[in-house]
């Protein structure tokens, strides 16, 4: 049984700070070996691991279990809760690890407190751009610990940018569903390929809308608290609220929401 018995002995601003500079560390260790040689191996057909992945997960497994004793770790690259409806830690050790093998620039650690059925604490860090968004449920989100973020108004889908993910596996064809269903009519789209980093763009209005047809946990969790504290609406495909194991999500600008999801609707089911 935990010993933070209530949200509020956890859910401080001084939890956060930790978890900002735990993401920092892990993602100086990235950055250094993305400026070095690397090991690139495939888990299964198609998804990568690198050095990056495995010291990054080491150090922040290490770390968060030393700094929070009492709350359960899920990385991507370790074993699943034994008790998933108790308060989580849900880390990316490297969310992007696709781009990093192919030393395409775009990646981030992605660290989420995961609590009574959703995330309450997200700290997405840009180790190349030094730019870590973070939220705490309820503080609002910032860039660097300063710069408060904000969706944007947009409303029209004609004046969206909105970015989507490749996916593997089956989630696939819904995603090039969606792609047909709103390409036509957005300003442009994007392939980020970070989701986390996707859905931290949304909160700090650099995009309009994010959307991904196959996710993890540790993929969306602290990108959506971002989006929620900056003032967007965030939901599965249908939807509906996004549980730990819910595979299509959405987030935008709240104009925007209501256009996207029921477009998106109709693709969750396409073949
Ligand atoms: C991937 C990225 C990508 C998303 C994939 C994820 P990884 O995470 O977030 O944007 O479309 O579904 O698996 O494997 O780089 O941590
Ligand atoms: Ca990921
Ligand atoms: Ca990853």
Redesign the pocket.
């Known amino acids: 049984m935990s010993t933070y018995t209530t949200m509020e002995t956890l859910l401080t601003p001084t939890t956060l700070a930790r978890v900002e500079h735990i993401a920092r560390e892990a993602g100086r260790r990235v950055r250094a070996h993305f400026q070095a040689a690397f090991n690139v191996w495939e888990k299964a057909p198609g ?2 691991l690198t050095d990056a992945d495995v010291a990054a997960h080491r150090y922040i497994v290490q770390a968060l279990a030393d700094a929070f004793p009492h709350v359960q770790v899920w990385s ?1 690259e370790g074993e699943a809760p034994a008790h998933p409806e108790r308060p989580l830690w849900l880390v ?1 050790p ?6 990093f093998a192919h030393r395409f620039p775009v ?1 981030v650690v992605s660290l989420a407190l995961w609590w009574e059925g959703r995330p309450v604490l997200g700290v997405v860090y840009d180790p190349l751009r030094d730019q870590l968004f973070s939220a705490l449920r309820g503080h609002g989100a910032f860039l660097n610990g300063e710069r408060r973020l904000s969706v944007t108004a947009t409303r029209h889908l004609d004046q969206a940018l909105v970015a989507c ?4 596996g089956p989630g696939r064809p819904h995603l090039l569903a969606a792609v047909n269903a709103l390409g036509l009519e957005v300003q442009a789209l994007r392939c ?5 980093l ?1 859905l931290a763009y949304v909160a700090a209005g650099w995009l309009d809308a994010y959307f ?1 047809a ?3 946990p540790w ?1 969306f969790a602290a990108g959506v608290v971002l989006v929620e504290e900056a003032g967007g609406l965030t939901s599965d495909w249908q939807g509906a609220p996004l549980p730990l194991g819910t595979t299509t999500v959405l987030a935008a600008t709240p104009p925007l929401y209501p256009v996207v999801q029921s477009r998106l609707s109709m693709c969750s089911t396409c073949k």
Do not use: I, M
Request: proline share 0%.
């Open positions: 998804d990568l991507e990316d490297v969310d992007g690890t696709t781009n990646f993910d490749w996916t593997r980020l390929g970070a989701a986390a996707g991904n196959q996710l993890q993929d």
